[in-house]
């Protein structure tokens, strides 16, 4: 195959694109069944206490409905734990918890129904508010996924004590939720001793092993079909407690059931982002240079299940400095369990620490450009290896180049068109480059044509065709003679859609599958958790720089973004058409989250009052101008066979951060808890 006719690098359409457009692609709950029944979800009413008891007597007594089930009734879950013990107590431990389930002939009779369930409660104090002096704050084992909680090395506060420039100041954000357009969805249907589920997550393999672990099955007696996911950023990486629910509401009734979570309902039962209050304190000389870093951070989780997410994380690798220090401390409230969002610690984790980069250029009266470049270090400041690739400089200088930075006026509030002000910011992002076992089936049949299986995840990445790219580059055929089949917990464990390492992990499979079919064989099934890797210890990962502009109305306090560019350098991309999609999708949530999300939390309901999307507010087209972005040409064999890296989520790492600079820019108002609303910003203009 000539290097003009390559898959890998060239602008491929989604290979179901039609499918979606024409209304033919079929989504979790729409997967037709015979005699299915339909399940609805009761919630708690209360924060915290117990439940009394459950009277599903009026429920009953409507037309059409089969059955009530809580925790007087439901089968035990002996194997289940936290969030995914459905109804196996009488606890309540946030508002919002399922407390019931009702299962009727139709969707309209179960919801209403679930209006009729009377649940008594015996009410207990709660506590939901997150503050740096909570009396129950504590340091978790580790953070996620498995990191160290604290670091430290050299002396921090004798750095900061001898610097001539310091910063410490607290950044906060929200707490944030996931809104995929695709609401969490479910089948289940026992039959022949197992169980298939129909079901939109972000990996079926992971789900078949958690829900077979929950009834006490064996993962092959448990089928999970994801074919199409309308979107997820983390709310579908693991079984949610809809996906056990509709498990167990099959079982009891002997049917197949539907159930889909409803946008409110998402609010509490399917993840967010924890809120965050982090502290950074940075020392440094004149000339920009840090010789100290201190990150702390307090975040909540429930009291449930533990969720610690790594926000101090990316400090720990991303600037020089002699003296470093990371922290992360955890309060159990009687809120829903935090879990994982687009870039979980990386984004809220970056918006703090490029905000204090920014605010320590202006202390030192340096281009915040280059006050990055100046503190480019040589290795990874914190394992002490050498980076497989780091082309963060190079991001920097072609995003200024591109972006037009060098108009930009160092002095804020400075510019003024009419009653809009005008100004820049510039943030950088970074995302770790990583891949995992994963198993692939490939076939080579008569006519020429090769069919390729493995349990991957399209949440609508593009998935199902990168993987056809690679498998047709490494066979060398045309695409057309490859078909890719995803989706279905039958083709083996894999790697689930998350943590930006789907594409590598599934891809290094699906290589190594072709590469036999190669040698002659006609049907092979690999595993590359047997790969072996007898290279040295390198730090992998992916680096970006965004540059921003913002328009604030002077009267109203309003804030837009006309212009935004994005620089990245992630390894090879696999395809730039639906690269290009990932990188503006990731800079939209990065705007959204800065001027636009938040969860707002009632203390004395202990309830999310803006739950739904009237109330919870993301960019859509008209919140967002021009976007560019480009990447940087390098290849990271080290990562994967492919040489890319993941790029679902450095998108939106650091794009917080450069609208927040951008603000100050405009305004000379620096806003350190996001989001940056006009009430933040009218009156001080």
Known sequence: MSVLTRSIGAPVDRIEGREKVAG?????????????????????????????AVDPARALALPGVLAVLSHENAPALPSAEGELAVLQSSEISYRGQIVAAVIADSLETARHAGQLVRVDYDVAEHDVELRSDHPGLYKPDRVNPNHPTDTEEGDVERAR???????????????????PMEPHATIAVWEDGGLTLYDSNQGAWRVA????????????????????????????????????LAAMCAQHVRRAVKLAVTRQQMFTITGYRTPTIQRLRLGAARDGRLSAIAHDVVEQTSTVQEFAEQTALATRMMYASPNRRTTHRLVALNVPTPSWMRAPGECPGMYALESALDELAIACELDPVEVRIRNE??????????????????????????????ERDPKPASRREGRWMTGMGV?????????????????????????IRVTA?????????????????????????????????????????????????????????????????????VDTSEDADSSEPLAKHAFGAQFVEVRVDVDTGEARVPRAVGVF?????????????????????????????ETLLDPHLGAYVNHDLAMYHVATNADVGEIDVTWIDEEDLHV??????????????????AVANAVYNATGVRVRDLPITPAKLVGKL
């Not at 004590?161 to 910063?167: G, K, L, S």
């Not at 990874?380 to 963060?392: I, K, Q, Y």
């Not at 057309?480 to 992990?505: N, P, R, W, Y």
Request: with cysteine; charged share 20%; proline share 4%.
């Open 640 to 657: 994967n066979p492919m040489g890319s890296k993941g790029i679902g989520e450095i998108g939106i790492v650091g794009t917080a951060a």
């Open 161 to 179: 004590a001898a610097a001539p420039i310091t910063v410490d100041e607290t950044y906060t954000t929200p707490a944030q939720h996931n809104n």
């Open 569 to 597: 350098a992630c390894g090879r991309i696999i395809n730039p058409k639906t690269a290009r999609s990932q990188f503006i999708g990731g800079m939209t949530m990065g705007v959204s989250m800065a001027l636009l999300e």
């Open 377 to 406: 270090p040589d290795i990874d400041p914190e394992s002490g290896n050498r980076f497989s690739t780091r082309n963060l400089i190079a991001c920097l200088r072609e995003g200024a180049e591109r972006f037009g930075w060098s």
């Open 209 to 244: 092993q958690t829900v077979a672990e929950v009834f006490g099955l064996e993962t092959r007696q448990v089928r999970v079909i994801s074919r199409h996911v309308g979107g997820a950023f983390g709310s579908k990486g693991t079984p949610r407690p809809n996906v056990v």
């Open 24 to 52: 033919e692609a079929t989504y979790a709950f729409e997967y037709e069944q015979e005699n299915v029944a339909y399940a609805a979800i009761v919630q708690s009413t209360i924060a915290k206490g117990t439940v009394r």
């Open 457 to 525: 995840s399209d949440i609508g990445t593009g998935a199902r065709t990168v993987l056809t790219q690679i498998a047709a580059d490494t066979l060398e055929v045309p695409l057309e003679h490859v078909h890719v089949e995803i989706g279905d917990s039958e083709f083996g464990q894999a790697m689930l859609a998350g943590g930006s390492m789907g594409t590598s992990s599934w891809g290094a499979a699906v290589v190594k599958a072709c590469r036999l079919l190669r040698t002659g064989e006609t049907e092979v099934s």
């Open 427 to 451: 943030a950088s992002s970074t995302y770790p480059a990583r891949r995992a076992p994963s198993t692939a089936h490939a076939r080579a049949k008569a006519d020429g044509t090769f069919t």
